[in-house]
């Protein structure tokens, strides 16, 4: 158990469908992350708050939208997905920005059709 | 421009014997690396770390080596066990800077009973 929480663990979704994702954290942490990583390819990192403020915004998508309401939970919403976004979404959290470990939720496991 | 660089994409070793893997980095900034390990359909979980006033830091059959001056660390594991076959990512971050982790591509591991 690494106290990082994601929900759902899967999901399939049309195109047209709206949902989100949600990752909640009780470790303290003031940074959160979203990750994303598709079959075959290196982790790519999404988005960073960091004390609720979003610090990094990785050229994602606007059908990809985050929302960090407090410190212990990260939101990702997702609508107009398109197959090519189906993907392993990793929600991961760190006691500060810089310099310390990352801890990983489990994963959604996404698939579009 | 990749900072972080797992050149082996695959590695297989036979169980029993030394698991090398490597990591070159580019940012002479990174202080602190980290190696993370993940399982399919998993969250990648931490493994090891090492600060750059190390150059070696040791965990039971893992340990990490860091050549500063070559840009170079490495992770080795031994003896390998058939349950440590995984994608190991490589991360390196600037502790003092602003800025999260950077991970390399990874490089699965196969360990063969």
């Known amino acids: 158990e690494t106290g990082v929480t994601q929900t759902p663990r899967h999901l399939v979704m049309g195109m047209t469908n709206k949902k989100s994702l949600k990752c909640e954290q009780h470790?303290?942490?003031?940074?959160m992350y979203w990750y994303k990583q598709s079959a075959k390819k290196p982790l790519e990192l999404m988005f960073v708050?960091?004390?609720?403020?979003?610090?990094e915004n990785n050229s994602v998508p606007s059908r990809f939208s985050p929302e960090c309401p407090n410190s212990s939970h990260l939101f990702l919403h997702l609508h107009t997905l398109q197959p090519e976004d189906s993907a392993l979404y990793l929600c991961?959290?760190?006691?500060?920005?810089?310099?310390?470990?990352?801890?990983f939720g489990p994963g959604t496991r996404l698939t579009v059709l | 421009d990749q900072q972080v660089k797992q050149n082996s994409p695959s590695l297989s070793v036979q169980e029993g014997r030394i698991s090398i893997l490597n990591c070159d980095y580019t940012n002479s900034m990174f202080d602190y690396f980290l190696w993370y390990k993940k399982y399919p359909a998993e969250g990648p979980t931490f493994l090891i770390s090492?600060?750059?006033?190390?150059d070696k830091n040791e965990d039971g059959r893992f340990t990490v080596f860091l050549n500063k001056s070559a840009k170079h660390l490495s992770l080795h594991i031994v003896p390998s066990q058939p349950g440590d076959s995984a994608v190991y990512f490589c991360a390196a971050s600037e502790v003092s800077g602003n800025t999260p982790l950077v991970f390399g591509k990874g490089t699965r591991l196969s360990v063969i009973a």
């Open positions: 470790l303290g942490h003031n940074a």
């Open positions: 991961a959290s760190s006691r500060r920005l810089a310099g310390g470990s990352q801890f």
């Open positions: 708050y960091n004390f609720k403020e979003q610090t």
């Open positions: 090492i600060s750059s006033i190390k």
